[in-house]
């Protein structure tokens, strides 16, 4: 079956503008992660959706960052005012749901963001 | 908070070599221990797993005790081949940290490459 899926692949913006990422989980996933994986930082968890509870927005590390999820599927992560900082690759990963021993994460294959 | 070490890298290692890529961890609870692969252009994907301890998870050859008592998951495999260059990364999930959910922490990653 298909995987979770991520656009666009690729993106490059200019410092200051706003950007969306969008993800597709995998079909019957209920939660949904985001993740940011940079050359100093290594992999930051970002962002938590489980079906319909409040998101765990506790990784995110400002204000310019955001997310929603949408008839508990898609999701977009968007990010306002680009910062060069903010240059990383960004992950999302579904999984079943968030019981104890099914909790096993699939990744996307990434979004790599670019701020010039 | 919880948190992932794991060796720096990168490791370069001739083929059929023994490998160790050690793993500790902190965590306020009980975690789940994982670790994680990503090979050259693709995305992360699950190796193996242990959710307590003294469990061993192996896939592909590779292995990996949950010692309690030294709170570490070393990967280790006896015999590396080429096909086995990827960067590897520890993770723990501990649901049990108060933060409610079950986003993976990281390690920053161990690069290998194995030459023929």
């Known amino acids: 079956g298909a995987g979770v899926s991520q656009s666009p692949s690729n993106k490059v913006t200019e410092k200051g503008k706003d950007v969306e990422l969008r993800c597709d989980p995998i079909s019957g996933h209920t939660a949904l992660y985001w993740y940011r994986q940079s050359l100093g930082q290594g992999l930051e968890f970002l962002i938590y959706?489980?079906?319909?509870?409040?998101?765990?927005k506790s990784g995110l590390p400002s204000d310019r960052f955001s997310a929603e999820r949408t008839g508990g599927s898609v999701s977009t992560l968007t990010i306002q005012r680009t910062q060069q900082e903010d240059s990383a690759v960004y992950l999302c990963?579904?999984?079943?749901?968030?019981?104890?021993?099914?909790?096993?994460?699939?990744f996307g294959p990434g979004t790599r963001l670019t701020v010039l | 908070g919880d948190s992932v070490t794991q060796m720096e890298g990168p490791v370069t290692l001739s083929e059929e070599a023994f490998l160790t890529i050690n793993c500790t961890y902190t965590?306020?609870?009980?975690?789940?221990l994982f670790w994680y692969v990503q090979y050259p252009g693709e995305g992360l994907q699950l190796l193996l797993k242990a959710t307590k301890a003294d469990d061993k998870g192996s896939n592909k050859g590779f292995e990996a005790t949950y010692r309690k008592e030294t709170t570490s998951f070393h990967l280790e495999k006896g015999s590396v081949q080429v096909s086995d260059s990827a960067v590897y990364f520890c993770?723990?999930?501990?649901?049990?940290?108060?933060?409610?959910?079950?986003?993976?922490?990281f390690g920053k990653g161990t690069k290998l490459s194995v030459i023929p």
């Open positions: 990963a579904s999984s079943l749901g968030s019981d104890y021993s099914v909790h096993e994460q699939f």
């Open positions: 993770a723990l999930s501990d649901p049990y940290s108060g933060a409610g959910s079950y986003q993976l922490t």
């Open positions: 959706f489980q079906g319909n509870s409040a998101p765990d």
């Open positions: 965590a306020t609870g009980y975690p789940s």
